[in-house]
């Protein structure tokens, strides 16, 4: 189970959360020693992970979605080649991901948050998790003879042209849609935070 860090004091010797949540302040706005400050912060490591998925996620995204309408070619084979070769840079990544999430100091509450608001949050976090479990295997699976590593390494995959590279690729299209679609979730809920709760949400993760 991952470890929750311990809520801390202010100079004054108020609870920072409960100061924070009755003054609409964010972590910011109120005075921390920097120890302090970095137990409102998600851990350098995690911050890497999520910045690298966001980043290969979004671009392998419209890159897949561009590739199933622009048809076969060359380009389409070298960009596909290239979105195969990022996107097993998460395959790789995907489980050291998931163990350090399981290791790691949880940074402390948010908030303004109430005790369901949170449990929301953790529910999508971990559909999106399970949901990325999904892109990558199927995406993986359903690819017949395997596929060239950025031309540096030969990659096998375990199955011959057939009905079940189809259905994995039919897996393939729905994940990648619900991925998407709990990402266009994700983004809107720290908006909401960021611009409404101004509960400097995003400042956790930067
Ligand atoms: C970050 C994870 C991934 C995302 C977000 C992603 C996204 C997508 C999307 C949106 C499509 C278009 C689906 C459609 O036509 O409706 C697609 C197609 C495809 N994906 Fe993925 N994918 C990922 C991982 C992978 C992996 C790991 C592989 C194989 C190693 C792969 C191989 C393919 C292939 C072969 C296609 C068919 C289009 C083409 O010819 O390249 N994908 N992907």
Redesign the pocket.
């Known amino acids: 189970m991952p470890r929750a860090a311990t809520q801390g004091c202010d100079h004054a010797g108020e609870p920072r959360a409960a100061a924070a949540q009755t003054g609409r302040l964010g972590a910011r706005d109120t005075y921390q020693p920097k120890r302090e400050r970095a137990l409102d912060r998600y851990d350098g490591l995690t911050r890497f992970f999520h910045w690298v998925f966001a980043a ?2 979004i671009y ?2 419209v890159a ?2 561009t ?2 309408r622009i048809g076969g070619g060359a380009v ?1 084979d070298f960009l ?1 080649r290239l ?2 070769s990022i ?2 840079v ?2 790789v990544l995907f489980p050291l991901r998931v163990i350090w999430k399981f290791v790691r100091v949880e940074p402390r509450a948010l908030p303004n948050t109430s005790a369901w608001q949170r449990s929301l949050a953790n529910g999508v976090h971990s559909l999106i998790y399970a949901t990325i479990f999904a ?2 295997a199927s ?2 699976l359903m ?1 017949p003879n395997g ?1 060239s590593f950025f031309g540096l390494i030969e990659i096998h995959t375990p199955f011959p042209k057939g009905a079940l590279t189809d259905e994995l690729f039919t897996v ?2 729905a994940s ?1 849609a619900l ?1 998407a679609g709990l990402v266009a979730l994700h983004v809107l809920a720290v908006i909401k935070h960021q611009l409404i709760a101004r509960n400097d949400v995003l400042r956790r993760m930067l």
Do not use: E, K
């Open positions: 290969v996620i392998t995204s897949g979605y590739l199933a389409h596909s979105n195969m996107a097993t998460l395959i892109v990558l995406g993986f690819v596929y393939h299209r990648c991925l």
